[in-house]
């Protein structure tokens, strides 16, 4: 007697995994995994005394989503993240979670959430993560976003710039600081 493929009903109910099955399983995995790791980043709070708004992990969460995954996986883990924690899970900063916290104020940051990972994703499929201009476009987003920081916190961060580069920049004007 030979083991073999036989006839039976289980073999008509569960077919063996083919490669779209297995491709599948592992998109869903790697969705719910980088949701999940969200949640644990979101937990890493910095608490800056100029700003009631602490710093997060969770940005560190949504960028990797987005290089790693791509736009379409990583907006679906940023969205099933958002949803986690709509549902009543302690994803969110500080461990909040509920349907209140998911759509009040926090819910523009939780909508961003998805498209950047999504914008950041596809630029990883655009220009490739291998080739290291994304790496040159991550530094320039720092670049930006501690200048950003600067603007918000007012006079206080001009004092502690320790360098010329990210003083305060004035919205309503066209002038950019020297280099």
């Not at 949504?62 to 679906?76: F, K, N, S």
């Not at 498209?115 to 080739?131: H, M, P």
């Not at 502690?160 to 600081?177: F, G, I, K």
Request: proline residues 4%.
């Amino acid at each position: 007697m030979t083991l073999g493929t036989a006839n039976v009903l289980v073999d008509r109910l569960w077919s063996p995994p083919t490669a779209r099955h297995r491709a599948a399983v592992r998109a869903v995995a790697l969705v719910v995994g980088f949701a999940l790791l969200t949640a644990a980043l979101a937990q890493f709070e910095l608490k800056l005394s100029f700003t009631p708004v602490p710093i997060t992990g969770q940005t560190l969460g949504v960028l990797l989503a987005g290089g790693a995954l791509g736009w379409r996986l990583g907006a679906a883990s940023q969205l099933l993240y958002w949803v986690f924690g709509l549902v009543g899970l302690p994803f969110y900063a500080g461990g909040a979670g509920g349907w209140t916290n998911g759509t009040g104020a926090t819910m523009g940051y939780l909508v961003g959430f998805v498209v950047a990972a999504g914008a950041i994703g596809y630029l990883a499929e655009r220009k490739g993560s291998q080739s290291g201009e994304l790496m040159v476009g991550d530094g320039v987003g720092l670049d930006h976003h501690l200048r950003l920081w600067s603007w918000l916190a007012g006079p206080q961060a001009q004092r502690s710039c320790r360098h010329r580069r990210y003083q305060r920049l004035d919205p309503r004007s066209d002038t950019v600081p020297d280099r």
